[in-house]
Nanobody, 119 residues
Framework: VQLQASGGGLVQAGGSLRLSCAASGNIYSINIMGWYRQAPGKERELVADITSGGSTNYADSVKGRFTISRDDGKNTVYLQMNGLKFEDTGVYYC??????????????WGQGTQVTVSS
């Protein structure tokens, strides 16, 4: 299973960006999809994730500003980011966990997309 992320870029504080991450390959199910970010000199942290049932989980720092959603028909997860702040700057990675057609579990990461917020 492979993940292809897109949508990062440079934006001014207060602006918006929408990230997309499409999964492809030997997919039977995707149980959970999520977005993580890593700022320079810091550890990777969870931003938001969403289960196959639609339950969502957000980091406290992004609640009320970011919205995660998924389109199972397209095997794609989105992250709508509004009210961006300088501290949102970092490389954003998508992650997917599920089972392939052989019923093997997988955990896959995307390649990362840079989000830079200018203050």
């Amino acid at each position: 299973v492979q993940l292809q992320a897109s949508g990062g870029g440079l934006v001014q504080a207060g602006g918006s960006l929408r990230l997309s991450c499409a999964a492809s390959g030997n997919i039977y199910s995707i149980n959970i999809m999520g977005w993580y970010r890593q700022a320079p000199g810091k550890e990777r942290e969870l931003v938001a994730d969403i289960t196959s049932g639609g339950s969502t989980n957000y980091a406290d720092s992004v609640k009320g500003r970011f919205t995660i959603s998924r389109d199972d028909g397209k095997n794609t997860v989105y992250l709508q980011m509004n009210g961006l702040k300088f501290e949102d700057t970092g490389v954003y990675y998508c992650k997917a966990e599920g089972r392939n057609s052989r019923a093997d579990q997988y955990t896959t990461w995307g390649q990362g997309t840079q989000v830079t917020v200018s203050s």
